[in-house]
């Protein structure tokens, strides 16, 4: 045993092998040569400008109210039993068809509601909603 002498296998390797840094660089080579005349292949054209804003046209919403004596309101004007089909129906011939809100007292017979939701079924309104006032639940 011998300290302090080398031996040819403990050598540190003073070289770098460059043979896979010349295989990178090959590659990276044909990958710009083939991508290259590919984006170059464009024909250039001066596209005219617009601007194109998207018009919404909301709905508007009407409100059916029932007070407690059965009377109806339409938009809080009173509305006689005979013209609600006529007005439900003027309503649903619109583009676009306008929402209805309905507002039903809580002492009127269900009898007068029901009614009202008939009426605009068979007018061919399709968005109805029921109007509730927020409050503790039991």
């Known amino acids: 045993m ?25 590659v990276l080579l044909i990958v710009f040569i083939i991508t290259v005349p590919v984006m170059k292949h464009a024909v250039n054209i001066d596209l005219p400008r617009a601007q194109n804003h998207a018009q919404e046209t909301k709905p508007h919403t009407v409100r059916l109210s029932v007070d407690a004596q059965g009377t109806y309101y ?17 309503e649903a011939s619109k583009d676009p068809q306008p929402e209805l809100h309905i507002r039903g007292d809580k002492s009127v017979r269900y009898e007068k509601v029901a009614r009202a939701m008939a009426a605009a079924q068979r007018a061919g309104l399709r968005k109805i909603g029921f109007i509730t006032e927020p409050g503790a639940t039991r």
């Open 74 to 90: 339409w938009n809080e004007a009173k509305l006689d039993d005979s013209e609600l089909e006529s007005v439900l129906s003027l």
């Open 2 to 26: 011998s300290f302090g002498t080398q031996d040819d296998t403990s050598e540190v390797m003073n070289e770098i092998n460059m043979t896979p840094l010349v295989d990178v660089m090959l």
